[in-house]
């Protein structure tokens, strides 16, 4: 009998990095393939080739489009692999839009910085640039959820909606004997906008993410204190800048604050900018895929048309001399990079400002140094005081938290021979095996870094 082999390339003891090696009979397949982002240490590894060759991967499987799970593909590619990359295809129309924004996005940062003389490498150079990125998606197959495809000889995957964001799935690996799942993501169950994760209907190994692990989202309205803190803002004549992953978070602050002005929570005339061309791509696109999300599509128009869309870097950087109230949505999620850095200069030093945070902050991300209170962050190779008011909506998260992931997993059909926590700080992937084993008497391994592990 053929055994299955697991290694764990990334998403070990961090929440970033998303990437796992399953070997089969000699053949193997990386299932996601993203970038690592914050401390420096992660970032670094990054710019190193995979520890297994590119080449040597038959397949990836994609549980969704975020870069943390996708965003390494053009890296990838560009060091030999010729394979097919499987995904559901709103993944795929994503990544469409996320890939060579990524890529062109680095080209600029790059640019911008051997202008600017701020990097210490002579001359700075992307990751990689948005022709690698065009590249990568040549690769790509999607397929329709619940459909079968064979990624291996005698491997076949299927994917499952998960409930994160548009095209997220959980991804379904069987041999014929052995079935794997991976989570990906695990979107939540009473989301505003996305619908609920869907059962697993068998899983002899699971792989599962930890993102919020140890911590329950408040249970309280979020759409109550996010007009509070807008209202709050505005009357002191500030601007609300609100750094925002440009796939599922954007849509889902452009939701609630279309929700508020109908229901009269803040004012109808104040300005809103969605400071992401591609944000406002991926928008359209919850219109072409109603079947995956709870809105009408009179919802997907007036989320659409509720925010001016800025495209160019010129009108970009005018935003910046304005001195009225007003909310900036713009990339990224996390202030790693993007437009949203040259916001937070230009309003940071400002009290009357707030930086309001929607998701989850990566250890050594500016937006966890931002949150914990830092009176000044480094951009572009300058200190940058912060005088603003630092906040977050933490129960905007389109992750689950524990509690919600447990739920999911007791609807599983049977318990796994084995369960690896994986996509979180160290912290909130063992308080997630502690509560799996404590709840579900499963047993359950948080793996290291590289870690293999068969899966008789």
Not at 305 to 327: E, Y
Not at 359 to 366: D, F, L
Not at 387 to 405: K, M, P, Q
């Amino acid at each position: 009998m053929t055994t299955m082999r697991l290694t764990f390339l990334g998403a070990t003891g961090t929440v970033t990095g998303s990437k796992y090696r399953l070997e089969h009979a000699g053949g193997n397949i990386l299932v996601d393939c993203g970038l690592f982002q914050g401390f420096k240490q992660l970032r670094l590894r990054n710019w190193s080739p995979l520890p297994i060759p590119a080449a040597s991967f038959a397949a990836v499987v994609l549980t969704h489009a975020h870069l943390d799970h996708s965003g390494y593909l053009p890296l990838l590619v560009k060091q030999g692999f010729r394979g097919r990359v499987h995904c559901t295809e709103a993944t795929y129309e994503l990544c469409r839009i996320l890939l060579p924004d990524s890529g062109h996005l680095q080209e600029e940062e790059a640019d911008y910085a051997n202008r600017a003389g701020y990097s210490k490498h002579r001359p700075a150079l992307p990751l990689y640039d948005e022709a690698d990125a065009i590249a990568a998606l040549r690769c790509f197959s999607p397929i329709g959820f619940d459909k079968s495809v064979d990624v291996l000889p005698g491997v076949a995957a299927r994917f499952f909606p998960s409930g994160h964001i548009l095209g997220a799935a959980f991804a379904e690996l069987n041999d014929g004997t052995t079935t794997v799942v991976f989570s990906g993501d695990v979107g939540r169950p009473h989301d505003g906008i996305m619908r609920a994760p869907v059962p697993i209907e068998r899983a002899d190994y699971l792989v599962v993410e930890s993102t919020y692990g140890d911590r329950r989202h408040d249970p309280a309205d979020p759409r109550l204190k996010f007009g509070e803190i807008v209202r709050r803002t505005a009357a002191r004549g500030g601007v609300v800048v609100m750094p925002a992953f440009a796939v599922g978070r954007a849509q889902a602050l452009l939701y609630h604050l279309m929700m508020l002005r109908r229901e009269g929570a803040i004012p109808s005339a104040l300005p809103v900018f969605l400071n992401s061309p591609m944000a406002a791509d991926v928008t359209e696109l919850y219109l072409r895929f109603r079947n995956q999300h709870r809105l009408s599509s009179d919802d997907c128009a007036a989320m659409c048309g509720g925010a001016t869309i800025v495209n160019t870097a010129d009108d970009s950087r005018r935003l910046n001399t304005k001195q009225w109230p007003m909310v900036i949505i713009a990339a990224s999620g996390m202030a790693t990079g993007g437009r949203v850095l040259h916001h937070l200069k230009a309003f940071a030093p400002d009290a009357r400002n707030t930086i309001l945070f929607s998701g989850y902050q990566s250890g050594g991300t500016r937006g966890a140094k931002l949150l914990q209170g830092d009176s000044a962050i480094r951009i572009h190779g300058e200190m940058v005081p912060v005088r603003a008011e630092v906040l977050a909506l933490d129960n905007l998260s389109a992750h689950a938290d524990y509690a919600e992931i447990i739920a999911w997993l007791a609807q599983s059909g049977a318990s796994p021979r084995r369960t690896f926590i994986t996509h979180g700080e160290p912290a909130a992937a063992d308080a997630m095996r502690s509560h799996i084993a404590d709840s579900l008497g499963w047993e359950c391994t948080v793996p290291d870094y590289l870690e293999t592990v068969d899966l008789p």
